[in-house]
């Protein structure tokens, strides 16, 4: 199985602040049609998660922009520019490139 | 809109069955794989299981693997999962989710969850 490990665990934040959540998989989550299967997700409070990146780096209509994900092979990285009230919450990676799918254990963001 | 409405769960004892429903709205349902995933009381999100857009592919966690069955029907726009032989660590919230296209390329809308308790 692929293990998602995400770091850090929690993150508090000054509001117009950065913050970057890593995310590292056990083995390579780039596929045989050139795709990597590395998505991100939130979880507000009391809610269902929400889809906010999908491939990396491509993020679902609506998710603002202050969102950006990069990385390759084996490591990824979740931005958060000009860091909001709102976006406190945990954010999940996952890969998708293999069964079975895994999750990495989640970052807890808090606003200062 | 895509609307996922999950629907199901309830207090259940150990070794009994249940049967969660998913209906799907807002979007061409058997043009997308669909997802059920799982989320503990307290705990992070774990993945259940996974169907393809006509059933031809389908994937378990290990956890639910021989007790746990996914399947859909395109005609009636809906998503099940059958539980069987259910223990304590499978009580949680499940959620399902719409996949992107019509294999395994993750999930971009999720239900609101229902809620299975095993006592």
């Known amino acids: 199985d692929i293990v998602m490990t995400q770091t850090p665990l929690s993150l508090s934040v000054t509001p117009g602040q950065s913050a970057s959540i890593s995310c590292k998989s056990s083995q390579s989550l780039l596929y045989s049609d050139g795709k990597t299967y590395l998505h991100w997700f939130l979880q507000k409070p009391g809610q269902p998660p929400q889809s906010l990146i999908f491939?990396?780096?491509n993020r679902y209509s609506g998710v603002p922009d202050r969102f950006s994900g990069s990385g390759s092979g084996t490591d990824f990285t979740l931005k958060i520019s000009r860091v909001e009230a709102e976006d406190v919450g945990v954010f999940y990676c996952m890969q998708s490139v293999q069964f079975p799918l895994t999750f990495g254990g989640g970052t807890k963001v808090e606003i200062k | 809109e895509v609307q996922l409405v999950d629907s199901g769960g309830t207090l259940v004892q150990p070794g009994r069955s249940l049967r969660l429903s998913c209906a799907a709205s807002?979007?061409?349902?058997?043009?997308?794989?669909m997802y059920w995933v799982r989320q503990a009381p307290g705990k992070g999100l774990e993945w259940v299981a996974a169907i393809s857009w006509n059933s031809d592919s389908i994937g378990y966690a290990d956890s639910v693997r021989g007790r746990f069955t996914i399947s859909r029907d395109n005609a009636e726009n809906s998503l099940h999962l059958q539980m069987n032989s259910l223990r304590a660590e499978d009580a949680a919230l499940y959620y399902c989710a719409k996949g992107r296209g019509r294999y395994f390329y993750g999930m971009d809308v999720w239900g609101r969850g229902t809620t299975v308790t095993v006592s």
């Open positions: 491939e990396v780096s």
């Open positions: 807002g979007f061409t349902f058997d043009d997308n794989s």
